[in-house]
């Protein structure tokens, strides 16, 4: 038996050429990142934009090595670390997984200018980089992404505003804050089909 093995193993690779081998390779590479993308989608609130960008809530210890898994390049949290379901080692267990991580601590009561062009300022630097945004519910996070979808990956308005809702309706303090954002780069937050009324507080 141990001497067919080989053998097999021969046939098998020598039955294709290096093309037909490399495009194989390919095809299961795809499979495995699809696989992982099905699995990213228990993390609470996950949301796929394009192929290199995604947000959700917060993933759990468990949950950090199917971003991984994935194909993410980083991470990139914008709470900060002492909510109630965030990672105090989050950035350890990041890092030993062979991934970049970027930690911008964003207030939800007072979300800055300054906080998104750090996280754009990131973005840009490496555009290819594929990268996973959260939060502690995805509601920051779809926040700075419907920001960066619209001012810098020139998605329309009203669509990435229905991303949004899927998550979340803005409040009062962010809804002004996406105002704010845009009419810093000389852009009319106004779309035919957008309704920014902040919902009823309790």
Known sequence: MSKTKPAIR???VSGFGKGTVGAVLLTLASFASAQGEQSLSEILNYRQY???FSSAGQPSREQLPLIKEAGYDRVIYIAFNNGRTAIPE???LVKDLGMDYLHIAVDFNKPTIRDFDAFADAMQREPESKTFLHCQVNARATAFSFLYR???QGVDIAEAK???NTVWQPNEV???FIFAVMAD???SHECETCDWTPPASN
């Open 10 to 12: 021969r046939t098998f």
């Open 50 to 52: 394009t192929p290199l």
């Open 90 to 92: 989050e950035d350890q």
């Open 150 to 152: 619209v001012l810098y």
């Open 162 to 164: 229905a991303d949004m």
């Open 174 to 176: 962010w809804r002004d």
């Open 185 to 187: 780069r000389g852009m």
